[in-house]
């Protein structure tokens, strides 16, 4: 990996450092061999990078060290605003095909040329916390790729939940207000379950759909390539003579659905609060490159005006049992980028950002974002030519009269920066076949702050998505509910929120009410629009949507001196043969001499390598090692969580004391290691039948 990270090094090569400048090569003879010459901002070299220039020994620092100065300032300038909302994320380079065309509905060549590959570069994030909070936090993901197409950049938006909490962009700064630290105290970071965001969703019922998926194992994550994205609003695509037909963007993980149980998710946070980012980073870096199928749903006017909601609203999905995804692409992952800062925390997306055949919807919370994200990256990147940086630049030639501003990169040629002009023939010339807006006919309603009745329903679409889950999936709503509020202080805003629960779903709303001890259900608050019943939708769930598959999985094995290194050999091999990766954990880093006596080296050690950065594992332990790891806390801790996260368990003889002191009781995912089939075949899945018995949900 070392090498791997020297070799894309930007670094110029001493030779060329010394050609650029044009002098000879004496100077840099200088340098320390193989290495570029250091030098400051303005090509001078350094002859010394430890001391400042001092009036004597033990004097004073001279104003006149520009040395100091320059890199002193440098650094007082590293940082630049965060991202007011999605500030914590991980990007990588990769590239999207098209397989199947939609030249049907659309002139967009990158939905029209199959078997093109498309650089695109893509973010996920959080949403709530800072730059700095963890990857596990119960939260919305945000999931946005910036194509860069031959026709110019397009920015696909999106997040991991196909719905959003508010109706209109005007309630944008409230919403994230609400659910950001609450500003007298300056916490809690990165978490919804405080009274101010339970205040606001409790007043703002339309949020009630987007409640449920953010109680849901949506919002906890197992891994980043383990989640599906969505553009959210309708689209539309536009064909040759401007005829539009609506779209929904997908996109689907190849390694299907994958969450975390809450418990873990938490203990996650504090073991490794990098999780994602490094799970992303060594998936890319082992050439195990994450993907993503891309869909379509499309639609007609006249068939949205069938749908039982309003399509035009944020907060509701079109089912995929009554308009069909159609896969038509991938994506791939497959490049880690150089630089952090350059790349991921300045990458400038903006829904805005689109190509010829592809326009907006009148959806208003699409609206609003049209404006706000080229202001917010104004201010974050201090300029109006943020999209000079190779990040943000098209891929494809751009050219126009817009000039000057602050970091101005390009030197553009000629005394035209006008239009229409005469005096320069290589001056920059629209054409009839650029970008060309719908031309929507205007209805007939009269100007207004008028939300329109059609978005009147706030509760059908939230009662068939919790109808939709397995009862494994609604038992973690209500007790990701019964979690959250038992956090909020203020019993009325409790109380608000299960009332808006019972035109849900009057089970859940008893369930919550039961969990939080409330001794009777909060009346029913009245409603626009009386909730109907939509048929269930089964494509909702995650369960129903996870892969069998040991590809993306993680297996730890637990081993000691001494342990059986046939079993352990077996194991490994059994497991990485079947495309998990398989990690070895021992009490010390330097590792295990096994039974035959041969070394085996730990990739972590047991106190900072806890169960929870497994999906299964397995522990083969000498006798002697098993009854001294009994007394060893985080030996303990290791399969008692291991078995309360659902997972499956590998064991041998040796290990069964340590086992018993973890509580763990046989069942069907606890089984010997020697019985390896049957153990990675319970690797792919979550042991979801103990959890009744280990846990009181809701
Ligand atoms: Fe964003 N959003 N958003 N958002 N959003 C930003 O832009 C905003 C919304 C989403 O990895 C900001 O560059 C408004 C929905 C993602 O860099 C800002 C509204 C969806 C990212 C902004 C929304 C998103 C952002 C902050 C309501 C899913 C991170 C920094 C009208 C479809 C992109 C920035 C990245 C980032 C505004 C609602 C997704 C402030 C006003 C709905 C994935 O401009």
Redo the contacts with the bound molecule.
């Keep these: 990996m070392a090498q791997k990270s020297k070799d894309r090094s930007n670094a110029p090569s001493r030779k060329n450092a010394a050609d650029k400048r044009g002098y000879g090569d004496e100077l840099h003879q200088l340098a320390s061999d193989g290495h570029p010459l250091l030098t400051t901002n303005q090509g001078i070299p350094v002859a010394d990078n430890q001391n400042s220039l001092r009036a004597t020994p033990r004097g004073p620092t001279l104003l006149e060290d520009f040395i100091l100065r320059e890199k002193i300032t440098h650094f007082d300038h590293e940082r630049i605003p965060e991202?007011?909302?999605?500030a914590r994320?991980s990007g990588a380079h990769g590239y999207f095909e098209l397989a199947k065309s939609l030249k049907k509905y659309t002139t967009a060549r990158i939905l029209t040329e199959t078997g093109v590959r498309t650089p695109v570069f893509c973010?996920f994030?959080t949403v709530a916390g800072g730059a700095g909070s963890v990857d596990t936090p119960r939260d919305v993901r945000?999931?946005?790729v910036k194509f860069y197409t031959q026709e110019g950049n397009w920015d696909l938006?999106?997040?991991n939940i196909p719905v959003?909490f508010i109706q209109d962009?005007i309630k944008?700064p409230d919403l994230v207000h609400a659910v950001k630290m609450e500003p007298d105290r300056g916490f809690p970071q990165a978490a919804s379950a405080h009274d101010n965001f339970w205040d606001f969703i409790s007043l703002m019922p339309e949020s009630m759909h987007m409640i449920m998926w953010a109680m849901s194992d949506r919002t906890i994550p197992r891994s980043l390539r383990m989640m599906e994205g969505?553009?959210?609003?309708s689209f539309r695509l536009l064909d040759a003579k401007g005829s539009s037909t609506f779209v929904k963007f997908h996109w689907r993980p190849k390694l299907g659905l994958q969450s975390t149980c809450w418990d873990e998710a938490v203990k996650i946070a504090g073991s490794d609060p990098d999780f994602h980012r490094r799970d992303l980073f060594e998936a890319i870096q082992r050439g195990d490159f994450p993907e993503w199928e891309f869909g379509v749903q499309l639609f007609t006017e006249e068939q949205a005006a069938q749908f039982p909601f309003d399509h035009l609203d944020?907060t509701k999905l079109i089912p995929e049992e009554l308009v069909p995804v159609q896969i038509v692409g991938r994506m791939v992952l497959d490049r880690w980028p150089d630089n952090f800062f350059a790349e991921t925390e300045q990458?400038?997306?903006c829904p805005a950002n689109i190509v010829p055949g592809i326009d907006f919807s009148n959806d208003p919370?699409l609206q609003?974002?049209l404006f706000?994200?080229l202001?917010?990256?104004l201010t974050?990147l201090g300029g109006p030519n943020f999209h000079q940086i190779p990040v943000n630049a098209p891929k494809c030639p751009f050219a126009n009269q817009q000039r000057d501003g602050h970091m101005q990169m390009s030197q553009p040629k000629g005394r035209v920066n006008y239009e229409p002009s005469s005096l320069q023939g290589d001056s920059p010339r629209a054409t009839p076949a650029g970008y060309r807006s719908f031309a929507e006919p205007a209805d007939d309603g009269a100007k207004g702050r008028i939300r329109a009745e059609s978005f009147a329903d706030h509760y059908s679409q939230a009662r068939m998505f919790y109808r939709s889950q397995t009862g494994i999936e609604q038992a973690h709503i209500a007790f990701a509910l019964v979690f959250e509020l038992s956090k909020v202080e203020t019993p009325t805003v409790r109380e608000r929120v299960v009332g808006h629960l019972r035109h849900v779903d009057d089970d859940l709303a008893k369930r919550v009410a039961a969990g939080l001890g409330m001794h009777a259900l909060p009346p029913v608050p009245p409603v626009a629009v009386k909730p109907i019943d939509m048929p269930p939708s089964p494509a909702l769930q995650i369960i129903g949507k996870a892969k069998h598959l040991l590809e993306g999985r993680c297996v730890g094995i637990l081993v000691d001196d001494g342990s059986d290194a046939t079993t352990v050999r077996a194991l490994r091999k059994a497991a990485t043969d079947a495309g998990a990766m398989v990690k070895i954990v021992a009490p010390r880093i330097g590792g295990a001499k096994l039974s035959d006596n041969k070394g085996i080296a730990a990739n972590g050690q047991l106190a900072g390598t806890p169960s929870v950065v497994f999906d299964a594992v397995a522990v083969v332990l000498s006798s002697a090692a098993g009854k001294a790891l009994a007394k060893e806390a985080a030996a303990v801790d290791w399969v008692r969580d291991a078995y309360g996260h659902l997972k499956a368990i590998a064991f041998d003889e040796g290990a069964q004391p340590l086992l018993q002191a973890g509580g763990v009781a046989k069942d069907a995912g606890v089984l010997k290691a020697a019985n390896v089939s049957a153990f990675l075949e319970a690797v792919a899945t979550r042991q979801w039948d103990r959890e009744p018995k280990l846990r009181t949900l809701a």
């Design positions: 991202r007011i909302v999605h994320g973010r994030s945000g999931f946005a938006v999106g997040n959003f962009a944008f969505f553009g959210i609003h944020p990458v400038a997306f919370l609003g974002r706000s994200y202001d917010t990256q974050r």
